[in-house]
């Protein structure tokens, strides 16, 4: 317990205690994905853990995957989450935004009648929260590869506000099912170009999007977070230990902040594989 409350570096971030807030979907922003009054006391409540992560957040409007979750888009967003920001440091707190790109995992009821955009033309197995209520999820769209690139570039233009907004670092959700998990495995991307059929070409998309993170909030203010075998959303991967294994190699020596891994009915131990690969432990 005592090693619990002594302090920890976290990149640039020097954290009072080693107690981290995991990131929860809260879904308590208005229809235009700006945070409510409600969140600022939610996360103001919880500034004496060591870190806080916050709930999941779209990138640009395409990237959103449930009703009420906010964004970090325009500017009426970031002012609203300047404002939580500056509860949590007020109080000694720190805090990082999650930026959360659903991909397939969505339903054109919630992206103004736009159909989800994904690696491939693939229908997740399940049903989406929207205005309505629960909806199956409908086939997505094909990204092209320009189109890809525009997804990278809203990655950093929302890692731009989010430092804009004062939050102390940004997590790429790589998890749980979502855009670049989507693109990492081999079971929701179908490409036959740079970015599919083999494991180097599906995880190029993970890492150009860190690139892009780490240009404007430098390394030592960016994590990642992935959760293998989860299978969330329908996803899966031939070979997800040698997946895991080569896009860990290539974060070594990059400086990131942290790695997190969630594992949830994964049967193999994924700590112990990718732990060592991206701190040379």
């Given amino acids: 317990m005592s090693q619990l409350v002594t302090p920890v570096r976290i990149g640039r971030t020097t954290a009072t205690n080693r107690l981290v807030m995991a990131p929860m979907t809260r ?3 208005d229809a235009d994905g700006v945070p409510s009054e409600l969140t600022v ?3 103001a409540q919880r500034a004496s853990a060591g870190l806080i992560i916050t709930e999941g957040v779209f990138p640009s409007a395409i990237g959103k995957g449930y009703v009420h979750t906010p964004g970090i888009e325009t500017a009426a967003q970031v002012a609203a989450w300047k404002k939580v920001t500056d509860a949590v440091h007020a109080k ?3 805090i990082f935004l999650q930026l959360m790109h659903c991909g397939r995992v969505s339903h054109p009821s ?3 009648g736009a159909t989800p955009a994904a690696p491939s033309g693939i229908r997740p197995e399940g049903k989406a929260w ?5 909806v199956h999820f409908v086939t997505p769209r094909e990204l092209s590869v320009v189109e890809i690139a525009d997804v990278v570039g809203e990655y950093r233009l929302a890692t731009r506000r989010a430092l804009e907004a004062g939050f102390d670092g940004v997590e790429l959700h790589g998890a749980s099912g979502y855009l670049p998990e989507q693109f990492l495995s081999s079971g929701s ?3 036959h170009d740079q970015y599919g059929v083999t494991v180097q070409n599906r995880a190029r998309f993970v890492l150009e ?4 993170m780490v240009a404007e909030a430098g390394a030592d203010r960016v994590g990642i ?3 293998p075998e989860m299978n969330y959303s329908s996803i899966t991967d031939a070979a997800p230990q040698e997946t895991y294994a080569y896009l860990v190699d290539q974060l070594r020596g990059k400086e990131l902040a942290y790695l997190h891994v969630a594992l949830f009915g994964a049967k193999f131990d994924y700590h112990a594989l990718l732990r060592p690969r991206f701190n040379g432990a």
């Fill in 27 to 29: 879904s308590r922003a």
């Fill in 41 to 43: 006391t939610y996360y």
């Fill in 92 to 94: 000694g707190g720190h």
């Fill in 110 to 112: 919630l992206l103004d």
């Fill in 130 to 134: 929207t205005p309505v209520g629960q």
């Fill in 189 to 191: 991307n179908h490409r």
């Fill in 209 to 212: 999007v860190l690139a892009a």
């Fill in 225 to 227: 977070k992935l959760s």
